[in-house]
C-alpha cells in the first residue's frame, strides 16, 4: 500500500473499536478518531452550536433508526435509536462509519460529462462539470434518439426496484430493469414464494428464543447486522446450540458448537437426509404439520432413498452425524435452520433453490416457521399506493420479451427485476434485439459475473447516464454522471419491512447539508421524464409527497413526524402467530403445487452442481463477504479499510505447504473466464480443497484515491450465462450459480 494510503488510514484501530463497540456518549471528538469532527469541535469550545437529529441507516436493508450528534453543523457522533427495535442504541461498524464517506473528497460533488469517446477498464473519460440542465438535456437527447431509432426496448435500466424510476421506464416503454437479485437471494424466494408466502421471503429471525440453531453457511454473526448478531450472542447465552454447516470457518461457524466441514454443493444431500430421519423415525410435529402444511403424505417415499448412508457418499460428512444431528434438530424445540441471502441456499449452485425448498420443508416439519423461536412473516403498516397517490394516464404498449430473458423465469420474473448472469449476453449478441442507453443507479461493474465481460457490454452501448455518490468504476463508463447527496443529507421515510417483529416506520431528516450541487434520486427521475417531454406521467409527483403518502398511510404525517424526538411510528405487538399461508392451499406446501404448475419439480429431488472440481480445475471457489464492507461501495472509507484493507486467497494451510505456498506470497487463481493474483493467507479454518476471497475489492476507478488498485476482483472468475445456458439449468430461482465452477491455484 502506497505512503499516501497508509498515511490516510493512520487510525486507532483500538479508538475505532470503541467508538464502534461503545454505542455512548464519548463522542468520536474525544476519541480523536474522525478528522471530521476535530475543527468544529474546536471551534465550539466557546459557544457551540448542538443538535440531535433523527435518521436512519441505508448501508443495508435493516434501516437501523440513528441519532446523529451535531456540532457547529458537522457530524460529531452517530448511536442506535434505544427506541428502535432494530438498533436497540447501536450500529455495526458500517453505520459508525459512515460520516467517513459523507466527507470523503472523493465524492461526486457536482454533474459531469465525458470528453474522451474511449471507453473501458482503466481508461481516462475527461469528465468536466456541467449544469444540471445541461445533464438532463443530454440524457433525454440521446433516450428520445435510442427510441426513435431502434424502439423503447432498446434502453435499459440497471438499478434496485424504485417508484419512480419503475414509472419513467413503463412510460418509456422498455421491459429492460435489470436488477442484482440473481446474484444474491432469488433461489430462496422462490421456494418461500411457491412454499409459503405467494411473494418475497421474509428476514424476521426469532434467533435469541431458538435453542438449536442451525445453517448452510449460514454466517449471522459475520455480516454485521445488528439484530443478529444480538440476539444470536443472546441464545447462545441462554444454552442454545449452534450447528453450521460451511466449508470455511466463518465468524458464526467460530463460535458453533459444532462446524462440519460439508463439501461445498453437497447441502442439498445432508437436507434430504435430514429429511429421511425425522419422516423414518416420526419426530416430526405432529400438531403444527397436521394444522398448518400440506403435503407431508408425499414424503416417506420421498425421501426412502435419501439415507444418511446415501448423503455420507456426496457431502463427506459420516452418516453418524447426519442421523444424530437430525434427532438434535426435531427433539429440541424450539429449533429452526437460519438462512440469509448468500449462503448454500442462496444462488450459489445449480442445485441452491432446491435446498431452499428443502429448509423450507425441514422447519415445517419440526414446527417454527411463523413461530417463535424460528423465522417469522413481515410485519408492517397497510402500504400507499403509488399510482394511487400520483395518477397517470395508461403506460404505452410494450414487448415483453427482454434483453436479459428474464420473461422467460416462470416464477422470479412476477416480482424481481433482471438478471445479472445473462445481461452481458443479450447486449454484446443482441439478444433479442440491439440495446443503445442506460440508465444506471448504484450498481458497480465489479458486482456482475465475469466483470470483464460486462465492461465490453457496456462499451457497446451509444449512452450511459449514472446516477453515483463516488467516481466508481460504473461512473468511470458513464457518459454523464448525476451526483446524489449522501443518505446522511436526506430526507425520507424506512417502513422496515426486513426485520420487523411489531409495524414501525422510522424517519429520516437531513443531518447535514454539504453544500454539493447533488439531487435526490426521485427528482432526478421526474427531471428526466420532463426533459424527455414524459413529464405528464409525474404531475405532483416528488420524493416529500411520497414520503407524506407512506406515513398517512400508517396513520400518521410528514408534518406531524418530522420533529418528533424519536423519530419512530408504532407500538410494540405481542407476537401472534398467523394460522394461514398465502398458498392456494392456505397452508405450508411441503409438496408445491406452484412449482409444479410452472413445470418444475414440486419437492426437492437431488440435483448435483452444475461444475465440480477436475484435473485441470481442482479447487472449489468460495466467496465471502467482511463484515465492516458494503459490497464494492466501502472499500475509499479509511476506517472500515483500517479493519478490512485488502483480500488474499484463503487456502488450507497444509494444502498450501504442499505446493510451496507460504503465507503472504502470491497466487494465481484462475477459472475458465478470468484469472486475479492474491496474497495467500493460510489457515486451518478451510477445506484442503477451497480456496476463498472477499467480495468487494480490485477497484480500477483511479479516482477512488483509497479504494484503487487494492486487492482484485472476486467476479472477474465468475462465469457469466448465455440465455440458453440459464435456460437448460431449469432453475425456478434462476440463480447465477456464483461459485458453481472450479478453480485452479497455482504460485505466482
Known amino acids: 500500500m502506497n505512503e499516501i494510503k497508509q498515511k490516510e488510514m493512520n487510525v486507532n484501530r483500538r479508538n475505532f473499536l470503541k467508538l464502534t463497540l461503545g454505542g455512548g456518549a ?57 427506541d428502535d427495535q432494530a438498533a436497540q442504541g447501536r450500529l ?6 459512515a460520516p467517513k464517506t459523507l466527507y470523503d473528497p472523493d465524492r461526486l460533488k457536482y454533474p459531469m460529462k465525458r470528453t474522451n469517446p474511449e471507453k473501458g477498464e482503466g481508461v481516462d473519460p475527461g469528465f468536466v462539470q456541467i449544469s444540471w440542465d445541461e445533464a438532463l438535456e443530454l440524457i433525454a437527447e440521446n433516450f428520445n434518439k435510442a427510441i426513435d431509432e431502434h424502439g423503447p426496448e432498446s434502453i435499459i435500466f440497471f438499478m434496485r426496484g424504485q417508484d ?13 430493469h435489470v436488477a442484482h437479485q440473481s446474484t444474491c437471494f432469488t433461489s430462496q424466494v422462490a421456494s418461500w414464494y411457491a412454499q409459503v408466502t405467494g411473494g418475497g421471503r421474509p428476514y424476521i429471525y426469532d434467533l435469541e428464543n431458538c435453542k438449536y440453531i442451525m445453517g448452510f453457511g449460514f454466517d449471522g454473526l459475520g455480516k454485521s447486522k445488528n439484530m443478529h448478531i444480538r440476539n444470536i450472542t443472546r441464545a447462545l447465552s441462554n444454552n442454545a446450540k449452534m450447528v453450521i454447516l460451511d466449508p470455511y470457518m466463518s465468524v458464526t461457524a467460530r463460535k458453533a458448537h459444532e462446524w462440519i466441514q460439508i463439501k461445498p ?4 444431500a445432508f437436507a434430504l437426509a435430514m429429511i429421511h430421519v425425522i419422516v423414518s423415525e416420526g419426530l416430526h410435529d405432529e400438531e403444527y404439520v397436521e394444522n398448518y402444511t400440506s403435503g407431508f403424505e408425499y414424503l416417506e417415499d420421498f425421501s426412502r432413498e435419501y439415507t444418511p448412508e446415501w448423503a455420507e457418499g456426496i457431502t463427506e460428512v459420516p452418516a453418524e452425524d447426519i442421523r444424530r444431528i437430525a434427532r438434535e434438530f426435531a427433539t429440541t424445540k424450539p429449533a429452526h435452520i437460519f438462512t440469509h441471502k448468500r449462503d448454500a ?77 445473462t445481461v452481458a449476453d443479450g447486449i454484446l449478441n443482441e439478444k433479442p434485439y440491439p440495446t443503445k442507453a442506460a440508465l444506471v443507479r448504484k450498481y458497480n461493474v465489479l458486482a456482475f459475473p465475469e466483470a470483464k465481460r460486462m465492461v465490453e457490454a457496456f462499451k457497446k452501448l451509444d449512452f450511459m447516464a449514472v446516477c453515483e455518490i463516488y ?13 446524489e447527496p449522501h443518505w446522511l443529507e436526506t430526507s425520507g421515510v424506512s417502513t422496515r419491512s426486513f426485520f420487523s417483529r411489531w409495524p414501525q416506520l422510522a424517519v429520516r431528516t437531513p443531518v447535514v447539508d454539504m453544500g454539493y450541487d447533488t439531487k435526490g434520486f426521485s427528482g432526478i427521475i421526474v427531471e428526466i421524464a420532463k426533459a424527455m417531454g414524459l413529464g405528464h406521467y409525474f404531475e405532483g409527483a416528488s420524493g416529500g409527497a411520497w414520503n407524506n403518502a407512506v406515513l398517512e398511510a400508517a396513520g400518521t404525517s410528514w408534518d406531524e413526524m418530522k420533529d418528533d424526538p424519536t423519530g419512530l411510528w408504532g407500538e410494540e405487538k405481542p407476537f401472534e402467530p398467523r394460522e394461514e399461508f398465502n398458498t392456494p392451499s392456505s397452508k405450508i406446501e411441503l409438496y408445491s403445487t406452484v412449482m409444479e404448475e410452472n413445470g418444475f419439480d414440486p419437492l426437492p429431488t437431488w440435483r448435483p452442481r452444475r461444475e465440480g472440481p477436475n484435473d485441470e480445475y481442482p479447487f472449489n471457489y468460495l466467496i465471502n ?4 464492507h458494503k459490497m464494492t461501495e466501502s472499500q475509499n472509507n479509511t476506517l472500515v479499510m483500517e479493519l478490512y484493507g485488502e483480500n488474499n486467497a484463503i487456502l488450507n494451510r497444509e494444502t498450501a505447504e504442499n505446493m510451496g505456498i507460504k503465507d503472504g506470497d502470491l497466487v494465481n487463481i484462475e477459472s475458465r473466464v478470468g484469472k486475479i493474483q492474491l496474497k495467500a493467507k493460510l489457515t486451518d479454518g478451510i477445506r484442503h480443497d477451497c480456496v476463498c476471497v472477499f467480495h468487494g475489492f480490485g477497484h480500477w476507478s483511479r479516482k477512488l484515491n483509497v479504494a484503487y488498485g487494492i486487492g482484485a476482483n472476486d467476479g472477474d472468475l465468475i462465469p457469466s450465462m448465455t440465455h440458453e445456458e440459464m435456460k437448460e439449468l431449469h432453475d425456478p430461482g434462476a440463480g447465477a450459480c456464483m461459485t458453481d465452477f472450479p478453480v485452479k491455484v497455482t504460485k505466482a
Open 26 to 82: 464519548a463522542a468520536a471528538v474525544g476519541l480523536g478518531i474522525p478528522k471530521f469532527a476535530h475543527a468544529e469541535a474546536e471551534q465550539s469550545l466557546v459557544e457551540p452550536r448542538s443538535k440531535v437529529v433523527n435518521t436512519f441507516c441505508s448501508v443495508c436493508g435493516g434501516g437501523c433508526a440513528i441519532k446523529a450528534h451535531v456540532v457547529n453543523d458537522r457530524i460529531v457522533h452517530l448511536e442506535g435509536n434505544p
Open 92 to 97: 455495526c461498524v458500517k453505520a459508525y462509519a
Open 164 to 176: 419512480f424510476a419503475n414509472r419513467l421506464r413503463n412510460a418509456i416503454g422498455t421491459p429492460n
Open 265 to 268: 454443493g453437497t447441502d442439498l
Open 345 to 421: 441456499a442462496g444462488p450459489n449452485y445449480a442445485n441452491s433453490t432446491k435446498l431452499a425448498q428443502a429448509i423450507v420443508i425441514l422447519n415445517a416439519l419440526v414446527g417454527t416457521i411463523e413461530r417463535e423461536g424460528g423465522l417469522l412473516l413481515g410485519r408492517s403498516f397497510p402500504s400507499a399506493n403509488f399510482d394511487e397517490t400520483f395518477p397517470r394516464p395508461d403506460f404505452p404498449e410494450r414487448r415483453s420479451d427482454r434483453i436479459d430473458a428474464w420473461e422467460q423465469r416462470e416464477i422470479m420474473s412476477r416480482f424481481t427485476n433482471g438478471d445479472f448472469a
Open 471 to 483: 467516481p466508481s468504476e460504473m461512473a468511470m463508463m458513464a457518459d454523464v454522471v448525476l451526483p
Open 625 to 628: 463477504r467482511p463484515p465492516m
